[in-house]
């Protein structure tokens, strides 16, 4: 599954930016989502929706940061309100693939967020 990431940039504390991924070469995808990674920091879930419409967030995020996908999961979302600098971190594209048994989880190459405050 190839992914490819677009929206990461550079904004204020309070701004708005919406991140979005597309996903090709993987049909049988069972989740998609976002993970996120501080400098000096493990990469941890930011939001994730399931293809039976389950949606997990951070609680750092909730109310803030929302997440969607296309119908045909093939393209995911990430509108995230009222950035913080606590959010500035490289954003990763995740997609999980349920053609074989166990699922796989795969990342894109990420793409940057930085937030000044």
């Known amino acids: 599954v190839r992914l490819v990431e677009s929206g990461g940039g550079s904004v204020r504390a309070g701004e708005s930016l919406r991140l979005s991924c597309a996903a090709s070469?993987?049909?049988?995808?069972?989740?998609m989502g976002w993970y996120r990674q501080a400098p000096g920091m493990q990469r941890d879930l930011v939001a994730t929706v399931t293809s039976g419409g389950v949606v997990k967030y951070a609680d750092s995020v909730k109310g803030r940061f929302f997440v969607s996908t296309s119908n045909a999961m093939d393209m995911v979302y990430l509108q995230m309100e009222d950035l913080e600098p606590e959010d500035t971190a490289v954003y990763y594209c995740?997609?999980?693939?349920?053609?074989?048994?166990?699922?796989?989880?795969?990342w894109g190459q990420g793409t940057q967020v930085t937030v000044s405050s």
């Open positions: 995740y997609v999980q693939v349920n053609r074989w048994q166990p699922p796989s989880d795969h």
């Open positions: 070469g993987e049909s049988a995808i069972s989740a």
